[in-house]
């Protein structure tokens, strides 16, 4: 079982234009609209690839009573927990003429302490052991942006009931979450480079990601875009170094590249697969497959054919 956590859900909209021209007026076909945040891209990619999953998310206002029921549409297990607070929207304009991606994220407004409260409860309540169950802990993933005025204590609390319970936990946060999320010991991080430089204040990614695992992490996943992801484990000091690349760059639509990735790698920890270059090579591939696909949650069906075609090379870190 695999159980999300989205502390900052989104309605999400997607619009494709012909090409967007700055101050100008453009035409599109309906929007697109579907639950989204981080947390329930990931849990879509892994349950459309056969994982058992939960997502946990709080929803509230009309726009939540819109998340609620697209996610009831779409089937997917999930666990709502009430919020005075509107849900946010996300925008995505698809320039077609390019193949760019233009996103406008509300920022969303932070729960009260008891609906934080809440969500901690229901968070508790999905990750519980089942002793009927054979299967072992959930895989906990908490991925997204925190609401401005998030107590500082709340990604801390989620890490440790997942670890207390057993939990293998994968975290995809940044800015100062991302050091918080290493210091509670969240098993997994997967920064891009970009959130690794401003989280750490280092340009480097494998020294920014010896950061994180001096702070408590045990595998960094970086994207690096183009330039493909790192798996970066072991010593903070002399770090061992994976460097997965694609034969060629895939255009299109990269807003869920790196939630499939966090699917990628919470799927086959939860099937008992935990070996870095297994975790890279696959992230990789359901990483590149997202980007083939109009909207993020999704992932084009060659992802194997991808996946044979990933070259993975150990870096030297001397």
């Known amino acids: ?15 494709h234009v012909e090409r967007i021209v700055a101050g100008g007026t453009h035409r599109a076909d309906a929007a ?32 939540g009573d819109e998340f609620a029921a697209e996610l009831a549409t779409a089937g997917l297990p999930h666990l709502l927990v009430p919020v005075a607070a509107a849900t946010r929207r996300s925008v995505a304009l698809v320039d077609e003429s390019l193949g760019d991606t233009t996103i406008v994220n509300e920022r969303g407004v932070a729960p009260r302490p008891e609906e934080w409260a809440a969500l901690t409860d229901a968070v508790a309540l999905a990750v519980r052991p089942d002793e009927e169950s054979e299967s072992g802990a959930p895989v906990l993933v ?22 207390d319970a057993g939990c293998i936990v994968i975290a995809d946060t940044s800015g100062p979450a991302l050091l918080a999320a290493a210091d509670a010991g ?45 798996a970066v484990t072991g010593d903070a000091e002399r770090p061992e170094v994976l460097r997965a690349r694609l034969p060629r760059t895939l255009a299109g639509n990269p807003t869920g590249a790196g939630d499939a990735a966090v699917a990628a790698c919470a799927a086959l920890m939860d099937a008992g697969v935990t070996e870095p270059e297994s975790l890279l090579r696959r992230a990789t591939a359901w990483s590149a497959a997202a980007v083939l696909m109009p909207l993020a949650g999704e992932i084009h069906p060659s992802w194997p054919e991808i996946e044979d075609s990933v070259t993975v090379q150990k870096e030297d870190t001397r």
Do not use: C, F, Q, Y
Request: glycine content about 14%; proline content about 7%; hydrophobic content about 50%.
């Open 32 to 63: 697109r609209t579907r639950a989204g945040g981080k947390g329930l891209n990931v849990a879509r990619v892994a349950a459309a690839e056969g994982a058992a999953v939960l997502a946990v998310a709080t929803a509230g206002g009309a726009t």
């Open 186 to 230: 969240a098993t997994v991080l997967k920064p891009n480079r970009h959130e690794l430089a401003d989280a750490t204040g280092l340009d480097d990614p494998v020294a920014g990601a010896g950061v994180l695992l001096g702070r408590g992490a045990e595998l960094v996943l970086v994207s690096l875009g183009p330039d493909g992801m790192l």
């Open 142 to 163: 908490i991925s997204g942006s925190l609401p401005a005025g998030t107590p500082d204590g709340i990604l801390p609390s989620l890490i440790a009931l997942g670890r």
């Open 1 to 15: 079982m695999i159980v999300t956590v989205t502390p900052n859900p989104a309605v999400d909209l997607t619009w």
